[in-house]
Each structure stands twice: as structure tokens, then as C-alpha cells.
T-cell receptor, first 115, second 111 residues
Framework: DAGITQSPRHKVTETGTPVTLRCHQT?????MYWYRQDPGHGLRLIHY???????DKGEVSDGYSVSRSKTEDFLLTLESATSSQTSVYFC??????????????FGEGSRLTVL | GQNIDQPTEMTATEGAIVQINCTYQ??????LFWYQQHAGEAPTFLSY????GLEEKGRFSSFLSRSKGYSYLLLKELQMKDSASYLC????????????FGAGTTVTVRA
């Protein structure tokens, strides 16, 4: 199994509070992603990173920011959480070596509830 | 934009065969993935198709037709443990490793 850990795994917070989710990998993979998963929508990309300090927006990036100061860590921050951000958040990693399919390896997920 | 469609739910009997279809319309194509996700768990990789045709891997097979924007995942000799959600995902470019996912198909296997 790919070494990916997410923290916290579960969090309940109140509207308007900041929240940071952490993704830590031990695989030295170049690419890291944050997805959210909601019923009826599947997995939607929030932000991704293609290297240290190199990040870009995905399809549902409003209200979220990310940082990657080290290869192994990718942080997702909700500056002011809203109830619409209640979701399960998955971190994923992939490598770009020649011949690699670009397969994603997922962390176990972080369930966030915003009251 | 990306449009990836798959049925919401399917039910089948243990030992039977189920085929999950996926159609896609995306800006660029560099491969189609299938993932399995058990309830409350992370998605795990099942198969990858980049060329037309059938890829077989044990009880699971995946088919791709690029001209039709169509793929299917075939699950044979169904077992109770195959009850899960199956996610179709498309990669758009050779240097673009972001995947766009369909909403997933929940397969329920009955005894």
C-alpha cells in the first residue's frame, strides 16, 4: 500500500472557523491532489500540486487554499468553513515516471462536518 | 468541461456477471481508469485502458472504444465482497495526471 496518511480523519467544526487538513506521503511522488467526495457528484478535484511550491486550482477550488513546502506534505485549508464544505476529503498521489500510467493512490479520507 | 456518465446503481446475484458502462466527453483523452471503493474506504485502482480493446485481469475486465467515448467494466463470478462503488475516471493529457471522475456506480451483490 502507498504510504499516505491524512489528518485529522474526522473533524466537526463550526461555520466561519478555519480548518486545515494534512496529507503526508512517504513515497516521494511528485504529484499530490485534494479531492472532495459528495453523494451524486463523485470525486471532484479541489487543488493539486506538481512539485514543491507548485500548485494549481482544480474544478471546485473556491473557498480552499493549499500549500506544499515539502515533497511529502500537502495542506488543504478552508479559511472560513461553510456548511457546503461538509464532505469527505481525499488526498491522492501519483508519479510521472516514463511508462507510468499516472495511477492515483488515495489516502483513507478525512470526514469534515461544518455545523 | 468534462462529462463522464455511469449508472447510479446495479444489483446482481452472487456468481453472475455484471457490466458497468461509462461514457465520456472530455477535452483530451490519455487513458481511462476504473477504481473500486468500498463503503467508508478509499478508492483503489482496478484497471487502466489507453488503447481500444479489452484488458483482462482475473475476474475483472475493462473495455475501451475511444471513437465512441465508451468503456465498460465487466465483473465475472460475482462475490459478496464485490459489493462496492465503481468509479470511472479519465486522464486528459500525457503530461496531465489529473483525473476526472464519474459519480460512481454502486453494485450490490445478493446471495
Amino acid at each position: 500500500d502507498a504510504g499516505i496518511t491524512q489528518s485529522p480523519r474526522h473533524k466537526v467544526t463550526e461555520t466561519g472557523t478555519p480548518v486545515t487538513l494534512r496529507c503526508h506521503q512517504t513515497e516521494n511522488h511528485r504529484y499530490m491532489y485534494w479531492y472532495r467526495q459528495d453523494p451524486g457528484h463523485g470525486l471532484r478535484l479541489i487543488h493539486y500540486s506538481y512539485g514543491v511550491k507548485d500548485t494549481d486550482k482544480g474544478e471546485v477550488s473556491d473557498g480552499y487554499s493549499v500549500s506544499r513546502s515539502k515533497t511529502e506534505d500537502f495542506l488543504l485549508t478552508l479559511e472560513s468553513a461553510t456548511s457546503s464544505q461538509t464532505s469527505v476529503y481525499f488526498c491522492a498521489i501519483s508519479e510521472s515516471l516514463a511508462g507510468n500510467t499516472g495511477e492515483l493512490f488515495f489516502g483513507e479520507g478525512s470526514r469534515l462536518t461544518v455545523l | 468541461g468534462q462529462n463522464i456518465d455511469q449508472p447510479t446503481e446495479m444489483t446482481a446475484t452472487e456468481g453472475a456477471i455484471v457490466q458497468i458502462n461509462c461514457t465520456y466527453q472530455t477535452s483530451g483523452f490519455n487513458g481511462l481508469f476504473w477504481y473500486q471503493q468500498h463503503a467508508g474506504e478509499a478508492p483503489t485502482f482496478l484497471s487502466y485502458n489507453v488503447l481500444d480493446g479489452l484488458e483482462e485481469k482475473g475476474r475483472f475486465s475493462s473495455f475501451l472504444s475511444r471513437s465512441k467515448g465508451y468503456s465498460y467494466l465487466l465483473l465475472k463470478e460475482l462475490q459478496m465482497k464485490d459489493s462496492a462503488s465503481y468509479l470511472c475516471a479519465v486522464s486528459r493529457g500525457s503530461n496531465d495526471y489529473k483525473l476526472s471522475f464519474g459519480a460512481g456506480t454502486t453494485v450490490t451483490v445478493r446471495a
